[in-house]
């Protein structure tokens, strides 16, 4: 059914058609109105044979997921930046015992600085931890995803992070199609555990692993993965065959045909991009865009293909490598060796800064001209860079940065001298 | 695609008057995209929302920078804010006051647009008249559909009802009412005042 | 009072005949068809006091609940020495997860049990006192604020022994651990810190909170079934001796278990909803000690001059557990 919601509330109605079994959730900006949503629903007894938990922390939050999904139950979380690194320990610990649970990140920088809005920082602070991790590019591929979470989850016996753009995503009204119960339930069945504590069937789960035998179960965990790089392009398939149209799958590719340039990215900015694209295109640019939905498992063997003919690849992302450069280009890089021989790092978008049209037709003019650095900052105010730089040349006590260059930009007031 | 930039502040009811603005036109079976420029709660600060309509997928996700339309909730921030930024030349504007442009001071900058698109609409009096809180969002709804055209009274008041409930739902639609009536008035008066 | 100490007399042997109680008064160790929830072959040291309240405890809660039950269990000695890979030796539903959070996984697993209309299943998660007091405190106090449906057991030996004796905010003021060690001018752990777990669950209004040692094991048993009796949160403290971080004889974990109750340094006691409900009286008190002396993490009280000073403050805390508590009555306080 069409409806013009939230997009934070458009997953809840997908979580809550999933029927999961336990809910636990703390709040932080900006992914309370996904848990606010669902815990109305059980309140009122529309969300029923659902235990939801007012947990004290992120890591209790994990931890109870962890317990939950360990005695057979279907669990479910949600989280962002911060309470992402606040329960990073168990995060690493539902993946090692092979949990399937769900867990929506709606994405915000990590601090410090605090900061609330958009980037991926915190999904890809955990990118080596285990989980499957899906980019949703709009609010209706938000929620299908996590109705391909919970399967794929489950028959895997992996947890599975969400990732949708916090508040560009979760607060934005949007129109999107409700799958009913019966589609759901036809496609998700039951939640039978790999593993299980039962009392009728006692097991032991976390007992420590030597190194006997540590490589071994890790590279099971590798294995799982890769199994994934084929379950969810078949699964993609099947739920456009049930749902009717195409969510999920590992990339989504836009006028890569005869592109001779591509722009890489995740989530959200890829619908700025194809706008950009679309315009680039009118003034005869051979530009196409590839968007990764599957950031892990990496689909190397599909992102070589998308690019294969391309010369020159421009990925813009939302996380920053620091010391580095890029994270997402850094794993662009491995998935070919030689053609495309040149790859540009457009990080944007930092701490929610605005990527818009105009800065992205500069940046793949420019790429395009051979006229881009290998790792640019979108937008960089350089002035208010140097002047930062200039006043610790100056003196030893030369403050904290970030209050410095706020004063600069004239958000906070000026120090009474 | 048609761009809508709401300007008020905290607590006045901008972002929910965006996403109203967004359920109206997807009464009207086209696409719509409303979002907040985001930031904490916090009551009086400035808050910018945003409104796309279209009737194909909208994709844009950066800021209206360049809005065919101006909703001002607040007229206290045309000083503070530079609310008219990237305002289109055939742009609507739609001010909550009961002041006309010059008197507000912006009747310099108004002469270089088209003066049937630019409104005022005494909202938040209305808004306390019919709804008996000084909560102008709704109302101002009503006034933009005069104005603009692009949407009409009905999905406004449809729009509403999915919003709120019961005796504010309905204070709120009466109140988009009247401000639709005393916008389409504003509007005949400058047509005749022009073709005189 | 659930608990009727009985008084034996025996010679010759130091074994406790439990073939002279009646049927539904013996441990349930000594039954047969124990459960032996906690198998043997696990590694834990020789006497070590964990080990034995554990077995006791999770056996008691197996009969308790007709098998119907649910361990987490925190890193530490008891997780390490129960599961040394590729081995097990747990009975029973079993899950490590990690060091702080075992509370937050049970009431997970309780959840868990009630949406599936499980609730016959019953939850006990287990962790030492670091994983307790400390860094697991925060999700300790969440399941107690929210009264989840679970049974937590501390085992307290008073410091984090696992990783090799470190102090944790439930070691004794003056006792040697390695990052509080026996020298300069106050040796040991310092006065005026530590939490009192027991204090802080009573806070927290849960319905029930009890001490228990490894020198009363039918008192152990006893409060373990009395708590499986209530819903909700429920909060067991047992004092659990360790020779090798304590540097007391092997032998003597039980001894020393007694001599902190007859001390008064560990106060017995069961509270429902905040309030305490009954104590387990001093049979004869002690001086403190006699409870100090045969500990090494002590010794540097004893030295030349002996620190009459730390003993004394000691004494006055043991003094104080016995006026607050009442843990001495007329028969008691004779020498």
């Known amino acids: 059914m069409l409806k013009q919601i939230e997009g934070s509330q458009a997953v809840a109605e997908a979580v809550a058609l999933c029927r999961p079994e336990v809910i636990c959730a703390y709040p932080i900006s900006p992914q309370t109105h996904i848990v606010e949503g669902l815990g109305e629903r059980v309140k009122s007894g529309a969300l029923a044979k659902c235990e939801f938990i007012n947990v004290e922390s992120e890591f209790a939050a994990m931890s109870v997921a962890i317990g939950a999904s360990a005695a057979g139950a279907r669990a479910y979380t949600a989280t962002a930046s911060q309470g992402l690194l606040y329960m990073a320990e168990a995060v690493f610990n539902a993946s090692g015992l092979g949990l399937s649970i769900v867990m929506t990140v709606a994405n915000r920088a990590i601090g410090a600085p605090i900061n609330i809005w958009n980037d991926h920082s915190d999904a890809m602070s955990q990118r080596d931890c285990g989980w499957i991790q899906l980019f949703a590019e709009n609010n209706q591929e938000a929620l299908d995803l996590h109705i391909q979470a919970f399967r794929l989850g489950e028959e895997l016996s992996l947890p599975v992070m969400v990732c949708m753009d916090g508040f560009i995503l979760t607060h934005a009204y949007e129109r999107v199609d409700i799958p009913t119960q019966e589609q759901v339930d036809a496609w998700l069945p039951p939640y039978e555990p790999r593993q299980v504590l039962d009392p009728a069937e006692p097991v032991s789960i976390g007992a420590m692993v030597g190194p006997e035998a540590f490589m071994e179960v890790r590279y099971l965990a590798h294995a799982k993965q890769m199994r994934a790089l084929e379950l969810i392009p078949a699964w993609a398939g099947e739920f456009r065959e049930a749902f009717g149209r195409d969510s999920g799958g590992l990339l989504h590719t836009y006028r890569t045909d005869d592109a001779q340039m591509v722009v890489v990215a995740l989530g959200s900015v890829l619908g700025t991009i194809k706008d950009t694209v679309d315009e680039l295109r009118r003034d005869g640019m051979k530009i196409g865009v590839l968007g990764i939905t599957c950031f892990r498992p990496w689909p190397i063997a599909a992102v070589r293909a998308a690019l294969a003919h391309a010369k020159r690849v421009v990925v813009v992302e939302k996380s920053l490598a620091v010391g580095l450069g890029g994270i997402v280009s850094s794993n662009v890089r491995t998935s070919f060796t030689g053609s495309p021989d040149t790859v540009h790092t457009v990080i944007a978008g930092l701490g929610g800064r605005s990527i818009t049209r105009a800065a992205l037709a500069r940046v793949f003019t420019a790429a395009l001209a051979d006229k881009l650095e290998p790792v640019t900052f979108l937008d960089l105010d350089r002035a208010l860079v140097e002047r930062a730089l200039a006043r610790e040349r100056e003196q030893r006590r030369s403050g904290p940065i970030a209050e410095n260059i706020l004063r600069d930009l004239g958000v906070v007031a000026a120090r009474p001298h | 695609m048609f761009q809508i930039r709401i300007h008020g502040r905290g607590g006045q009811g901008v972002v929910t008057a965006a996403e109203m603005l967004s359920i109206a ?11 907040p420029s985001f930031g904490s709660e916090r009551t009086g600060a400035p808050v910018v929302a945003f409104c796309r309509l279209d009737d194909k997928e909208i994709r844009l996700r950066e800021p209206v920078l360049a809005p065919d339309a101006l909703i001002i909730q607040d007229p206290t921030l045309l000083h503070q804010v530079d609310v008219f930024g990237g305002l289109q030349r055939d742009g609507y504007v739609l001010i909550n006051t009961s002041r006309s442009f010059e008197q507000l001071g912006v009747g310099e900058f108004a002469r270089g647009l088209r003066a049937e698109r ?8 209305l808004a306390l008249k019919h709804l008996g809180r000084p909560v102008p969002s709704a109302a101002l709804l009503g006034g933009f559909a005069a104005v603009s055209g692009r949407i009409s009274l009905d999905s406004v008041a449809a729009a509403i009802r999915e919003k709120f409930e019961g005796k504010v739902a309905e204070g709120n639609v009466a109140a988009a009412s009247a401000a639709y009536d005393y916008v389409k008035n504003e509007m005949r008066e400058a047509q005749h005042a022009q073709a005189d | 009072m659930p608990f009727q100490p009985v008084k034996f007399y025996q010679t010759g042997t130091f074994t406790v005949g439990n ?25 834990a040291c020789q006497g070590c006091g964990e080990a034995l309240g554990a077995r006791y405890a999770i056996d008691a809660a197996m009969q308790a609940t007709n098998r119907q039950l649910i361990a987490a269990n925190a890193t530490g000695c008891l997780e390490v020495f129960s599961t040394p890979y590729p081995e097990t030796s747990w009975q029973i539903p079993w899950i490590h997860s990690l060091f702080g959070n075992t509370a937050s996984v049970a009431t997970g697993i309780a959840a868990a049990m009630r949406v599936k209309g499980r609730s016959d299943v019953r939850v006990v998660a287990q962790g030492g006192d670091g994983g307790t007091t400390d860094i697991g405190f925060g999700c300790l106090s969440g399941m107690f604020e929210r009264n989840d449906d679970v049974l937590y057991i501390c085992y307290d030996n008073g410091a984090y022994m696992n990783t090799g004796v470190q102090r944790s905010s439930a070691t004794p003021p003056a006792a040697r651990t390695a990052t509080t060690m026996a020298v300069g001018a106050e040796p040991g752990n310092v006065f005026g810190q530590g939490k009192d777990l027991p204090a802080i669950a009573m806070a927290h209004g849960i319905p029930y909170v009890a001490t228990a040692t490894v020198a009363e094991l039918r008192d152990l048993e006893a409060k373990v079934r009395r708590s499986m009796g209530f819903r909700g949160a429920r909060y067991l403290h047992i004092f659990v001796p360790c020779p090798l971080g304590w540097g007391h004889a092997s032998q003597d974990t039980i001894r020393i278990a007694r001599l902190a109750k007859e001390t008064g340094v560990f106060p017995v006691f069961e509270a429902e909803n905040g309030e305490v409900v009954s104590v387990s009286k001093i049979r004869r008190k002690v ?22 000073d730390v003993i004394g403050r000691i004494q006055e805390t043991a003094d104080r557990n016995i006026r607050r508590f009442g843990l001495l009555d007329a028969q008691g306080a004779k020498p």
């Open chain 3, 287 to 308: 001086p403190v000690e006699d409870y100090l002396r045969p500990q090494k993490r002590f010794a540097h009280l004893f030295g030349n001059p002996p620190r009459a």
């Open chain 2, 118 to 125: 630019l409104c005022t609409v005494p909202a938040t009096e």
């Open chain 3, 19 to 43: 073939r002279l109680l009646a049927e539904d008064e013996r441990s349930v160790q000594s039954n047969m068809q124990r459960t032996n929830s906690l198998n043997s072959g696990h590694r």
């Open chain 2, 25 to 35: 036109a997807f009464r009207e079976g086209r696409h719509a995209q409303a979002f």
